[in-house]
Nanobody
Framework: QVQLVQSGGGLVQPGGSLRLSCAAS????????MGWYRQAPGKQRELVAQ???????NYADSVKGRFTISVDIPKNMVYLQMNSLKPEDTAVYYC?????????WGQGTQVTVSL
């Protein structure tokens, strides 16, 4: 069993930056991959960024060059650094952990990009 607790998010102006954090317990060590997803109103949940423990990174085309996923294994933390934010990045963002065939989700955090 893996528990994920998210923090960060909020309201930011276009062009601004935010960092989302995801704390995994009891340990990130046994997880195969972690990622960030988002869901905007009326839209399906979509992958934003993913990292596997084979050091493979995957980003949605819409965020490439602006968002960066990173992991701090000793702290059991995964981060999503979001720069040059756009109004279309507005969504609820979710952290996800993949452990063999099991999936675990964080509680979600709202990111709003607006003037």
């Amino acid at each position: 069993q893996v528990q994920l607790v998210q923090s960060g998010g909020g309201l930011v102006q276009p062009g601004g930056s935010l960092r989302l954090s995801c704390a995994a317990s009891p340990s990130i060590f046994s997880i195969n991959a972690m990622g960030w997803y988002r869901q905007a109103p009326g839209k399906q949940r979509e992958l934003v960024a993913q990292i596997t423990w084979g050091a493979s990174f995957n980003y949605a085309d819409s965020v490439k060059g602006r968002f960066t996923i990173s992991v701090d294994i000793p702290k059991n933390m995964v981060y999503l650094q979001m720069n040059s934010l756009k109004p279309e990045d507005t969504a609820v963002y979710y952290c996800k952990a993949q452990k063999t065939i099991a999936e675990y989700w964080g509680q979600g955090t709202q990111v709003t990009v607006s003037l």
